[in-house]
């Protein structure tokens, strides 16, 4: 939907309801949070970023049929099962979201990491099926904000990484006219996510203006979750949201996050650091 027909059916939209192109009943997820969650036990299962096992996890949830999956996202998956391939070609019209909406397993495993490793690491989980350097250096910047948020970093913080984005990535620019009707590309998206982020001042004023704006609002609404949840904290999080959502996925969500923190390098190490987490929840 545009803003125009979101504003004429809901007048501003701040609750689930369901419905929508896809039909959902009142609290299911998408695709974000699906292929976030499968990223995930693909880290877990093989304890490291193993290029195989993240693809096999993708290919696991594809074979669920999902309710919605991504042109791009398909096609890698179809294209691993058929020739055992990783790496899909690099491709300079594969800028989409896809990679990114599912990017948060990355930054809760790697936290702590070197970030050359962290680079190597979003590279290798996005490029099953992305691989475009452009939606790249918008993704790690992604894991970046979300990971400074996890670590006590402050809006302003988060604002001077995107800024850094764009310095090397003009197309990012996200100070120009308000984005309205984002579509799959990622620049659309995280201009997007930016706006919406630093110009309000909470969790739930962030997220209502993100998915006003209608178009791919699943995906903006679940990255921009994933960077409000810990720069905002756990209790930010609207308790009617979380009331409304589909428990076992919720329950899911908070189990795997906790595993992954546990398996991250600064856990494993650095357990006098203090770490802002919660449970942020895309889709």
């Known amino acids: 939907m545009t803003p125009r027909e979101i504003r004429d059916q809901h ?32 880290l877990l299962d093989a304890g490291d970023i193993d290029a195989r096992t993240i693809a ?8 669920t049929k999902p309710v919605d999956i991504g042109h791009t996202v ?17 491709n ?10 599912r990017t948060l397993p990355i930054a809760l495993f790697t936290l702590g990491a070197h970030p050359d490793a962290i680079d190597r ?11 475009n350097a452009l939606a790249d250096a918008g993704t790690f ?34 100070d120009r006219k308000r984005t309205e009707n984002p579509g799959g590309y990622i620049v ?8 919406a982020l630093f110009a309000t001042a909470g969790f739930e004023a962030a997220m209502i203006d993100v998915v006003n704006r209608g178009g791919d609002a699943d995906t903006t609404g679940a990255i921009l979750g994933m960077i409000a949840g810990p720069l905002y904290g756990i209790a930010s999080l609207p308790k009617r949201w979380l009331r409304t959502l589909d428990k076992p996925t919720l ?21 006098d650091r203090a770490v802002h987490t919660s449970c942020p929840l895309g889709g």
């Open 141 to 174: 910047t992604v894991i970046r904000m979300v990971q400074t948020a996890m670590l006590g970093g402050s809006r302003h913080e988060l604002e001077k990484l995107a800024e850094t984005l764009v310095a090397t990535h003009p197309s990012y620019r996200f």
């Open 251 to 271: 329950e899911a969500c908070r189990a795997q996050a906790i595993e992954l923190l546990t398996a991250s390098p600064i856990l494993a190490h650095h357990t």
């Open 74 to 90: 398909r096609r890698g998956i179809s294209l691993y099962r058929r020739a055992g391939t990783t790496e899909v070609p690099e």
């Open 56 to 63: 096999d996890a993708f290919s696991d949830w594809m074979h």
């Open 188 to 195: 659309e998206t995280l201009r997007a996510v930016f706006q």
């Open 92 to 101: 300079e019209y594969d800028a989409g979201n896809g990679a990114c909406m």
């Open 11 to 42: 007048g501003e939209h701040r609750d689930i309801i369901g419905g929508g192109w896809l039909r959902l009943r009142k609290g299911r997820v998408t695709d974000d949070t699906e292929m976030s969650l499968a990223l995930g036990r693909g």
């Open 121 to 131: 690491a979003n590279r290798i989980q996005a490029h099953v099926t992305h691989h």
